[in-house]
């Protein structure tokens, strides 16, 4: 079964540090690209970042210098890590696979989702 | 700084017909923004309904379906049916790795 899980949420000082994991099985994450996306509480969904298969990175203006994501292949598990947290990262944290069609190529949306980390950061 | 749009809510009546738009605060959405759709219902992870503009994901109705309208993305449901009510997200590729979410449309069934 295609499945992503994710962990590593938790409250977190503001300024503290914190690394999601997310693990995959029934399929290779090197194989995809794969995207972190966030919702605050009673907000919509933001994309986060999102790692390729030949390993560049990209991150929303929001993260972007205090973000990390990152994979380990053989754990077959993606991380994003977080540094320098403030209020406004508060979310449940979604990982994503980022799909590719019947030739290989990849297509930019999200079809596998887990069921989300939430991080809660305060003073 | 561009802007995904979408309608704040909508409703529509058990039976009927909706289409959901997605437009950029500048410029037209077309299928090269790879146009997808995503359901949420509260407490739970999202659900891919459509990616590439108008391909339905795997299990979603044929009910659901996605197109160009003008100079957005749209999402027609028809047949709509109760446990259809949700929020629905719009996410457009903006190039340079960079996917930018609409800020939802929340549907009521009514």
């Known amino acids: 079964e295609v499945q992503l899980v994710e962990s590593g949420g938790g409250l977190i000082q503001t300024g503290g540090s914190l690394r999601l994991s997310c693990a995959a099985s029934?399929?290779?994450?090197?194989?995809?690209?794969m995207s972190w996306v966030r919702q605050a509480p009673g907000k919509g969904l933001e994309w986060v970042s999102v790692i390729y298969s030949d390993s560049d990175t990209y991150y929303a203006d929001s993260v972007k210098g205090r973000f990390t994501i990152s994979r380990d292949k053989s754990k077959n598990t993606v991380y994003l890590q977080m540094n320098s947290l403030r209020a406004e990262d508060t979310a449940i944290y979604y990982c994503?696979?980022?799909?590719?069609?019947?030739?290989?190529?990849?297509?930019?949306?999200?079809?596998?989702w887990g069921q989300g980390t939430m991080v809660t950061v305060s003073s | 700084q561009t802007v995904v749009t979408q309608e704040p809510s909508f409703s529509v009546s058990p039976g009927g017909t909706v289409t959901l738009t997605c437009g950029l605060s500048s410029g037209s959405v077309s299928t090269a923004y790879y146009p997808s759709w995503y359901q949420q219902t509260p407490g739970q992870a999202p659900r891919t309904l459509i990616y590439?503009?108008?391909t339905r994901s795997s299990g979603v109705p044929d009910r659901f379906s996605g197109s160009i309208l003008g100079n957005k993305a749209a999402l027609t449901i028809t047949g709509a049916q109760a446990d259809d009510e949700s929020d629905y997200y719009c996410?457009?590729?903006?190039?340079?790795?960079?996917?930018?979410f609409g800020g939802g449309t929340k549907l009521t069934v009514l």
């Open positions: 590439s503009t108008n």
């Open positions: 996410v457009l590729y903006m190039g340079s790795g960079i996917s930018l």
């Open positions: 029934g399929f290779t994450i090197s194989s995809n690209y």
């Open positions: 994503a696979r980022v799909p590719r069609n019947s030739d290989g190529f990849t297509i930019f949306a999200f079809d596998i």
